[in-house]
């Protein structure tokens, strides 16, 4: 049986982070807005490193959660790509686009999951460490 809801939210996570995402945040979303239950946002550093969380975020829980992405919109070379799972929507943006933006104040409502292991890293930034 396909994962869903916050199952699935902590495997995006869980990939993203796997791939060195920085600043991963999520969002639940529930009660707030129509569109889906779980928000999250992660950044990378360069070109390489976005394609690389993009790509290979939606392959491992493709690979082990038979899960992919309904659609995805945006290009890396756009600095921003979403991978919408209908109850998870993961933003991979490039820091600058991320500053730009600002979608964590759009989302004040929202409450913001703190999950196991969620902390400061070294830069001062919020990664996740989800026990997996």
């Not at 982070?17 to 779980?38: C, H, K, P, Y």
């Not at 690389?52 to 038979?66: L, M, P, W, Y």
């Not at 070379?77 to 600058?96: G, P, Q, R």
């Not at 600002?102 to 004040?108: P, R």
Request: glycine content about 8%; some cysteine.
């Amino acid at each position: 049986m396909a994962i869903e809801g916050e199952e699935l939210a902590k495997a995006c996570v869980s990939a993203a982070e796997e791939m060195q995402a920085e600043n991963i945040r999520v969002w639940d979303m529930r009660g707030v807005s129509n569109l889906t239950d779980f928000m999250i946002v992660c950044s990378g550093s360069s070109m390489p490193h976005l394609r690389a969380i993009i790509r290979d975020t939606a392959g491992i829980v493709e690979k082990q959660h038979k899960v992919k992405p309904v659609n995805s919109d945006g290009k890396p070379d756009s600095k921003w790509v979403v991978l919408d799972y209908i109850d998870v929507m993961v933003h991979v943006m490039h820091e600058e686009m991320r500053d730009f933006y600002g979608l964590e104040e759009l989302w004040a409502d929202a409450k913001e999951l703190d999950w196991p292991g969620t902390g400061q890293n070294d830069g001062g930034q919020r990664k996740s460490n989800i026990i997996h």
